[in-house]
């Protein structure tokens, strides 16, 4: 699998959550890449939420998404993570890993730019 995901769960709104993505067919301090997040909610599309570009040198994320979302790497674990804090039911969803190798997309929140994926790891808010 080209990404891992781990960390999701079912959690009470209001807590945290940190989701983990390892990045198998990366390597996070050679590659020019950028790899973030997409969130699937019951019934409805794909929506990108957060993404990092090449040793963090420029981030995107989701308007809606700053503040609560906050996306990092640990170069040394070649891994990726999403932070949620302050979850809502809304958050309830797949969280998918996605990544491209060696360019910048389009648009940062068009799921058609990055053709590596994981598996996805759910998260559900409770009320």
């Known amino acids: 699998a080209h990404f891992v995901e781990s960390g999701g769960g079912l959690v009470q709104a209001g807590g945290s959550l940190r989701l983990s993505c390892e990045a198998s067919?990366?390597?996070?301090?050679?590659?020019?890449?950028?790899i973030g997040w997409f969130r699937q909610a019951p019934g409805k599309g794909l929506e990108g939420i957060s993404f990092i570009v090449h040793n963090e040198e420029h981030n995107w994320s989701l308007d809606s998404a700053k503040g609560r979302f906050a996306i990092s790497s640990d170069i040394a674990k070649n891994t990726i993570y999403l932070q949620i804090d302050r979850l809502k039911p809304e958050d309830t969803g797949v969280y998918f890993c996605v990544g491209t190798h060696g360019r910048m997309p389009r648009s940062f929140g068009d799921e058609d730019e990055y053709e590596y994926w994981g598996q996805g790891t759910q998260v559900t808010v409770s009320s």
């Open positions: 067919a990366f390597t996070l301090d050679e590659d020019e890449y950028v």
